[in-house]
């Protein structure tokens, strides 16, 4: 038997699976710290439940991150302090994020997140690892598809420029 065929947690993590979640790691705690700064921003109610399901999404997925990492030795990245509450009412008109902003930064942030999760389950080479991050994957691509749900509901998807076929025409 080679040093890769036993249990994974007995495997060694190799320098990719490590940056890979650290990097990861980093990213899920700044935007933890963006949504609850978000939170504060947004009026719509609908946007701030889901802000509050990617807070909890992020938060979940940290914990598991970071026992992986810690078991393996690895350093954590900072975490950024929390976020206290305001009322919308506070922050001015012009300093403040509006909805659809709030929602197309969620919208990229998962997106983004979902080719991360990508890149680290095509990388990895321990089983639990690719596991863990294609649950992750899933989960995110649930939310995105509750995010772009909502876009479309509240008018606030901006589509590209939409492809008509003109062959049928000739």
């Not at 038997?1 to 320098?15: A, F, R, T, V």
């Not at 999404?57 to 302090?81: A, D, F, S």
């Not at 969620?106 to 990388?123: D, E, K, P, R």
Request: a negative charge; charged letters at 20%.
């Amino acid at each position: 038997m080679g040093i890769l065929s036993g249990n994974p947690q007995n495997e060694p993590l190799h320098y990719g699976e490590v940056f890979g979640a650290w990097s990861f790691l980093l990213a899920s705690k700044g935007m933890v710290a963006g949504y609850q700064t978000k939170l504060n921003h947004a009026g719509d109610e609908d946007l701030r439940k889901l802000l509050v399901e990617a807070i909890e999404q992020c938060q979940q997925e940290m914990k598991q991150i970071e026992n992986l990492l810690k078991e393996n030795g690895v350093g954590l990245p900072p975490t950024p302090p929390e976020r206290p509450n305001a009322r919308l009412e506070d922050i001015p008109v012009g300093a403040k994020f509006m909805d659809p902003e709030i929602a197309a930064t969620l919208s990229a942030n998962i997106a983004a997140g979902l080719v991360s999760c990508s890149q680290m389950i095509g990388q990895s080479i321990r089983e639990d690892i690719a596991m863990m991050f294609g649950q992750l994957h899933t989960q995110k691509a649930t939310l995105g598809g509750k995010v772009l749900r909502l876009n479309k509901e509240k008018g606030w998807l901006v589509p590209p420029p939409l492809h008509l076929n003109k062959a049928d025409d000739c």
